[in-house]
């Protein structure tokens, strides 16, 4: 393990992608569906934000399982747009930044993931599980 491999190596390639008009009933879609936890939004295919599982679960309260709650929650799902709950101020990496770079925007943050940019364009994503997956292989 050499975390000082460029973090394209490690890095998803494959990402599920929002638009910022999309509503917020199309991020659960997506969370429930899916293994992932963060949705990078784009707009002209340049990244803008970033929503994760978390965010959601902030935006959507109803914890009580009552069938009013869910209704309510059902409600706001599809009345916010994406643009309204997502972050928009983004770490990013470049490919050619080491792994260690991540570790120490991971260790210094809250983030669990990082876009990975060629300029505005996404070219991946890195998260946590990716290189504790990397450093236990």
């Known amino acids: 393990m050499d975390l000082r491999t460029p973090i394209s190596k490690i890095m998803t390639r494959k990402i599920i992608s929002l638009g910022p008009n999309e509503n917020m009933q199309k991020v659960k879609e997506i969370f429930d569906t899916t293994k992932i936890h963060h949705i990078p939004i784009l707009e002209d295919d340049k990244l803008v934000g970033m929503i994760s599982k978390t965010d959601l679960l902030h935006f959507v309260k109803g914890y009580s399982g009552s069938s009013y709650d869910k209704v309510m929650d059902e409600i706001r799902l599809d009345s916010f747009l994406v643009k309204e709950v997502m972050t928009k101020g983004l770490a990013k990496l470049e490919p050619t930044d080491k792994i260690e770079v991540a570790v120490e925007v991971f260790k210094e943050n809250l983030f669990r ?5 060629e300029g ?9 599980v990716d290189i504790l997956r990397y450093i236990s292989e």
């Open 113 to 117: 993931a990082l876009p990975i940019v």
């Open 120 to 128: 505005d364009f996404l070219v991946g994503i890195v998260s946590i």
